[in-house]
């Protein structure tokens, strides 16, 4: 770290299920941070999938800019061992909560969960939630709603559960739409979308979760010292 600079902050994102918007979400924090000339090491830890390292790769093919600092780890030690002078970690962990996941978890600033907004979705990202609190993560625990239809009553349903269960939910959420992934496959990503409309709803997807980070007080890591 350089002198002057303040610690990064670790922001995560976990979750227990695939195909809830983890990797994209993450992708789009990074890709927004740099845009705001703030400086994020994107690190994924989902060495099965490498999705974030992929689409890095896609993304300096194309020649897109700026560039994001993205490498793959395989553990928290790894992690703490590396050269870097950020503003931001981005933690993107593996598609199925594990025991690195929840150490991940424990030493984050903020912990955002993506979702869906049905049962199937909500009853394990809720479960995950609760045992990331009873690890210490109590209070940095932020649900986000994604890939998300079209009704209304469902994502009130959704809101409402999550209210139950006393956890914070982000206010913006992530809507499904064909055209975000098919950024995301060309190596771009949230506002960095060709559609006014997404690049919109990116743009507020991005502050929500910026404002989150940035209001999170720096944690210090004992291992890491």
Known sequence: MSKGRLPAKTISFVSQKGGVGKSALA??????????GQRA???????????????NAARL?????????????????????????VDFI?????????????????????VFLPTGTSLDDLRPTLALARKLARRGAEGRIVVVLSKIGRSEPQLARAA?????AGF???PEHWPLRDGF???????????????????EVAERMEEALMQRAQAALPRTSEAAE
Do not use: M
Not at 27 to 36: K, Q, T, Y
Not at 41 to 55: G, I, K, M, R, S
Not at 92 to 110: H, M, W
């Open 27 to 36: 992708r789009l924090f990074a890709v927004g941070a740099a845009h705001r």
């Open 41 to 55: 090491l994107l690190a994924d830890f989902d060495l099965d999938q490498l999705t974030c390292v992929e689409w």
């Open 61 to 85: 093919q194309a020649a897109i800019v700026p560039e994001i600092d993205t490498r793959a780890f395989k553990s928290l030690k790894k992690l703490r061992k590396a050269e870097v002078d």
């Open 90 to 110: 981005v933690a993107d962990t593996r598609g199925l909560a594990d025991d690195l996941t929840k150490e991940l978890a424990e030493e984050s600033d903020v």
């Open 160 to 164: 409402e559960a999550i209210a139950e």
């Open 168 to 170: 914070e939910l982000l």
């Open 181 to 199: 992934q098919a950024d995301l496959d060309a190596g771009r990503a949230g506002r960095e979308t060709r559609n006014p409309f997404l690049r």
